[in-house]
């Protein structure tokens, strides 16, 4: 199986069709697009339709989380809707296989990583900041738990390690992600991680298991690897759980 990842779309009144080209290349290169979070500048209704109109030239299934951007105007309900109506598979805590490829999505948050991350200690906002970081990382693992393949991929906005967010303002690394992320996918062995949200960030990572994480915000591909735009990842068939080889 070959997968076709981007993020950080941004789709708005504005782009319509800029993105085709990027949906045809999934199309004609990977059996399956995932589409990691911003997809829309705001969030709005019609913002969705226009992306959804785009996405028509993928002729591949389409699977996406939403971003933070996707929230802005407090329609998701609506939002994921559209999206549902015209084909996209949205994932929030849900999986999604093909073969013997299980797909776990989620929205992620932020938090910062290591040592240096947040804890749920003192006033209330922040206690809450802690406290969304921790339910998106419970809503990861109960996903991942429900899979049976033999290869498994998440799919997230949030970067789960802090390598594939160098590159970043150092001060903002808070609000980019979260190692809460990180250790569901070391206990279930997850073989491939893709997230977007840092466009200046880092393309590939390691997770402190070995296991591989690449950040597909569109801007950052634009910039560092533009022939591959969307990113495309070989899965071979047939290898050991945990032995996926990236090409």
Known sequence: MRIA???????SKLSAGRYQAVFEAAGSRADVLLLCGDLTQRGLPDEARLLVRDLKVATVPVLAVLGNHDFEAAEVPEFE?????????????????????????????????????????????????????????LKLERALSS??????????????IAATVVGEPLEIYPFLGSS?????????RVDLTFHGHAHKGTVEGLTRGGHSVYNVALPLLRETRPEQVPFVVEVPSGVPEGSVVAR
């Open 180 to 188: 809460r992320l990180e250790e569901p996918l070391d206990r279930y």
């Open 147 to 160: 899979l049976r393949t033999t290869i498994r991929v998440a799919v997230m906005h949030y970067a789960p």
């Open 81 to 137: 809707r559209i999206l549902e109506d015209g084909g996209v598979i949205v994932l929030d805590g849900e999986v999604w296989e093909k073969d013997d490829v299980g797909f776990a999505g989620i929205k992620g948050f932020g938090g910062g990583f290591g040592e240096r991350a947040l804890t749920g200690w003192g006033e209330p906002a922040l206690k809450g900041f802690v406290e969304e970081a921790t339910r998106e990382a």
């Open 5 to 11: 990842a981007v993020g950080d779309i941004h789709c």
